[in-house]
């Protein structure tokens, strides 16, 4: 008789596992490098409309591998509480993503997985 593994549920408990924190920067000075290559950087461009919101991933010019092994899976943000969408990335793929929303009193939150990190998030 032979072992096998469900790889299935195997990568449905990793993904469960590594969602479970948020990780975010408190103290931009203070951050290390590991901290910012995996933080959400967030531009917001004024339009007539509303505004645009343009999100690479990395802080000061340090900027995360995206390859097979190690790489950045989605970008997803919120207005609020509403959802404004999911971008997913491959390797070789720049993580890079851009969101309308009318003129909102709300914080905007913007979440980034790596998947050997977990969940990375900043808000403006
Ligand atoms: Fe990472």
């Known amino acids: 008789m032979t072992d096998t593994v469900d790889f299935e549920n195997a990568v449905t408990e990793i993904n469960e ?25 967030i531009e917001v461009v004024e339009l007539a409309s509303g505004q645009l919101i343009k999100v690479s991933i990395g802080l000061k010019g340090i900027t995360h591998p995206q390859t097979e092994e190690h790489l950045i899976e989605w970008i997803r943000a919120f207005d609020g509480t509403e959802p404004l969408g999911t971008i997913t990335f491959g390797p070789n793929e720049t993580p890079f993503a851009e969101f309308e929303v009318k003129r909102s009193d709300s914080q905007i939150i913007v979440q980034a997985l790596c998947n050997l990190h977990g969940l990375w998030e900043a808000r403006v």
């Open 17 to 41: 596992g590594i969602l479970e924190e948020v990780h975010s920067i408190e103290d931009i000075e203070a951050a290390t490098d590991f901290e910012l290559k995996h933080t959400p950087n």
